[in-house]
């Protein structure tokens, strides 16, 4: 197996996830990102094995999941394979959540359509009328 010898700066890093480096620098610091390997001159040098996790974290934010449920889930990683089911069980749930989101989205959008029907509808009744 090849060592992985790719280090990103925290500002490649940023650019890459859309995530700013204060984001990284908190997610670090709260537990959510293990600690980063860092150069001689101190700073930070991300590998491609970091960067994964981070893209993880960064789909489970943006799928809705709060963040005191993404500390739990890497807590159970830092653990080790005894938390595997937990983590699992952990990524059910939410994803339950994620399908009861999008089908609410989906219950909604269909109100927003229809509503755009109507008034298509009705801007075509006054163009007859006005002719």
Not at 2 to 31: P, S
Not at 53 to 61: A, D, G, Q
Request: include cysteine.
């Amino acid at each position: 197996m090849q060592a992985d010898l790719t280090e990103l700066t925290i500002q490649e890093v940023a650019e890459n996830t859309g995530l700013t480096a204060h984001t990284l620098r908190y997610y670090e610091r709260i537990g959510l990102i293990f600690p980063i390997n860092r150069a001689e001159s101190g700073h930070r040098r991300y590998c491609s094995r970091d960067l994964d996790w981070i893209r993880f974290l960064t789909c489970l934010r943006k799928t809705g999941m709060p963040v005191r449920e993404m500390k739990r889930f890497a807590e159970l990683v830092e653990q080790g394979d005894s938390t595997i089911t937990q983590r699992r069980a952990l990524l059910e749930t939410h994803r339950r959540r994620i399908l009861n989101t999008i089908r609410e989205l989906q219950a909604n959008l269909s109100a927003v359509e229809w509503k755009i029907n109507y008034y298509s509808d009705l801007e075509a009744e006054y163009r007859i009328a006005d002719d």
